[in-house]
């Protein structure tokens, strides 16, 4: 017996709503691969400006052989104007070329990496508060883990041949309008700042660390050949 066009058209169906959906999913996955292609495609425009920042580096670091008279006479080392840096922590596995130069608010520079306050100081054994803010949030995450340190963890700053050892004083939240943690101190010093809690956009509160400088040594660098 033929089948009635109600039958027809109830047969019809189900592949019509198969069709839908997988042209549905497909968009669904071309629209996730385009998403992961961009984020990827960010993430390797932060190393491609990480890798310059850091041939920069590499070509003002010089080598310094710090060289005492006495075991006890410490050299005298003050960073007169901004040079590129390299940031270590070694107990959150942070390892960032630093910009500088410009305003710490300018998103293009937080987005290579640590961007120097010019309203702070620069590194000195003589004294003053060197500071840097960090992305906590977004694509980049520099300063992620900074709530992860701990007093007496190691943050080096190196610049100009020279390594500035610093060692964590204190890990603190402040409210995002208090700019006391990056004032000056009569002691040499580093703050770093980043967003409290992570993961959004323009919080309330700012994470700031807080470290003193404990030595100044040759960076570790290779020394040049000598014919």
């Not at 940031?87 to 300018?106: C, H, K, N």
């Not at 702070?120 to 060197?130: A, F, I």
């Not at 992305?135 to 610049?159: C, M, P, S």
Request: proline share 6%; with cysteine; net charge negative.
């Amino acid at each position: 017996m033929a089948a009635s066009r109600k039958d027809k058209q109830k047969k019809k169906k189900p592949g019509g709503s198969n069709r839908f959906y997988r042209m549905a999913a497909t968009v669904l996955i071309i629209a996730g691969l385009g998403i992961l292609g961009y984020t990827g495609a960010q993430h390797l425009l932060v190393i491609y400006r990480q890798n310059q920042l850091r041939e920069a580096y590499e070509a003002t670091a010089g080598f310094r052989n710090i060289e005492r008279e006495e075991e006890s006479e410490e050299e005298i080392v003050v960073i007169d104007e901004w040079e590129p840096m390299r940031l270590v922590i070694p107990a959150i596995d942070t390892d960032l070329m630093t910009v500088g130069g410009g305003d710490v608010f300018d998103k293009k520079l937080l987005d290579q990496g640590p961007t120097h306050f010019q309203m702070s100081d620069l590194p000195s054994t003589e004294g003053g508060n060197v500071a840097f803010a960090g992305h906590r949030a977004g694509r980049w995450n520099f300063f992620l883990d900074l709530d992860k340190l701990e007093e007496g963890d190691d943050i080096y700053l190196d610049v100009a041949g020279y390594r500035f050892h610093y060692k964590v004083e204190w890990v603190r939240v402040f409210d995002k309008y208090d700019w006391s943690p990056i004032y000056s101190t009569d002691y040499p010093a580093i703050t770093l700042q980043t967003c409290e809690p992570p993961h959004v956009s323009n919080p309330d509160y700012r994470l700031m660390v807080r470290g003193a400088l404990v030595e100044v040594v040759p960076a570790p660098v290779e020394a040049p050949q000598v014919n």
